[in-house]
């Protein structure tokens, strides 16, 4: 094989993992957006980078509604099938991988929370483990290198409901009903709980099921009736809308609290303009947001593993240089986990992806089962 045939198949190659096609790029893009808010957020570079949860939160809740609302009839095995390949492998990777290269070091005490934390996040529980141990913008949380999965609980969560919602109700009119009902209200219970000073809220998936609506309803709403400019220019201002909020928003503005309306508003407007000129302003993020779930998984255990290594805070260089080392660990992740699973979800035969399914769930629950055993023998009594 030539040298030029080579380069271009690895060009092909790159190009198949990194811009898949049937995709909408921008939408890529808006989620690469959204994991950058993050890990900046959590480097302590950017004040209100956590608005990137919601972001993710109300793009969920798009492609749930696609999967779920819109399908006649409503498949419940290629659903269920596709949450497990889709998220389980790659979290199961990274906790056991974390588990494995910290645990056996550090305090008994610390490992009997982190062993805890991470026995609850593979059984898709964190945000009630969080809830009952540690304020997220609390110093302690840089103690959990499993805390940030308390997301992926809350993104688990809905599934079930929009599952039940969807096994439940045939027609489409009633799902409507009720995913209109549930936003209410869900929205009624976050402010309830923002006027409450109830900072638990922020786990919580009653407090956050708005936002998964929000992106659900976008399938039954009518188009927005625009004109070009007046679309591009309400997609621009969503996105500067949407960089704004991370740059100013401070924590007293996290969910619950009315204030997380407007970047969760502003990530429906761009999901629904796929047609807007200005969608160009997020398609360089695209390669981001396709690996945006791995990154997500690593970029937190990277910033608490190097806090526990150096026995201080991460910052500077420093932190510049652990979120370089979590970008390749998430990619890895990506190629070598995410990707080669989706793969085969799409590819194998019924059977096959009905024992590997098993086999997951399995693998997960037994897992669960020796981090909590370890957290048990490892609490101080």
């Given at each position: ?5 080579m380069q ?10 990194f ?25 302590g ?27 006649h009839?409503?498949?419940?095995e ?29 305090l ?17 529980l964190s ?6 141990h ?117 924590l ?61 805070q ?12 979590a ?55």
């Amino acid at each position: 094989m030539s040298l030029t045939m080579m380069q271009q198949t690895w060009k092909d190659k790159l190009k198949a993992e990194f811009f898949p096609l049937n995709r909408r790029r921008d939408v890529d893009g808006l989620r690469g957006l959204a994991v950058l808010l993050v890990m900046i957020f959590h480097a302590g570079w950017l004040k209100g980078g956590f608005v990137g949860v919601d972001i993710f939160i109300v793009i969920s809740g798009y492609f749930m509604g696609r999967s779920a609302f819109m399908q006649h009839p409503f498949r419940p095995e290629r659903f269920v099938l596709r949450r497990l390949y889709r998220l389980v492998p790659a979290l199961l990777v990274m906790i056991l991988l974390v588990s494995a290269s910290m645990l056996w070091w550090v305090l008994r005490s610390d490992r009997a929370d982190i062993a805890q934390n991470g026995a609850y996040s593979l059984i898709y529980l964190s945000n009630i483990w969080a809830s009952h141990h540690v304020g997220y913008f609390e110093g302690q949380s840089i103690a959990y290198p499993f805390l940030h999965t308390w997301s992926l609980s809350l993104e688990m969560q809905f599934y079930l409901i929009i599952f039940l919602i969807a096994l439940l109700l045939s027609a489409l009119r009633y799902r409507q009903a009720v995913l209109y009902v549930v936003m209410v209200a869900s929205f009624a219970y976050s402010m309830v709980a923002y006027h409450a000073g109830d900072q638990a809220g922020y786990y919580s998936i009653f407090a956050r099921l708005w936002e998964f609506c929000l992106g659900t309803v976008i399938w039954v709403l009518p188009a927005l009736p625009q004109s070009r400019l007046l679309s591009g220019l309400t997609y621009a201002l969503s996105v500067v809308t949407l960089v704004l909020c991370g740059v100013f928003y401070n924590l007293a503005y996290a969910c619950p609290s009315y204030m997380a309306l407007l970047p969760c508003v502003a990530t429906m407007l761009i999901i629904m303009q796929p047609q807007a000129a200005t969608r160009r302003l997020l398609e360089p993020l695209s390669p981001v947001g396709v690996i945006s779930y791995s990154l997500y998984l690593w970029h937190w255990p990277a910033i608490v593993m190097a806090t526990y290594v150096l026995a201080s805070q991460v910052q500077g260089m420093t932190m510049a240089l652990v979120l370089g080392g979590a970008v390749i660990a998430g990619t890895l992740s990506y190629i070598c986990v995410e990707r080669p699973m989706l793969n085969y979800e799409n590819s194998a035969i019924a059977s096959a992806r009905q024992r590997g399914a098993v086999l997951l769930v399995g693998l997960c629950l037994v897992s669960a089962a020796g981090l909590a055993w370890l957290s048990a023998v490892s609490r101080v009594h």
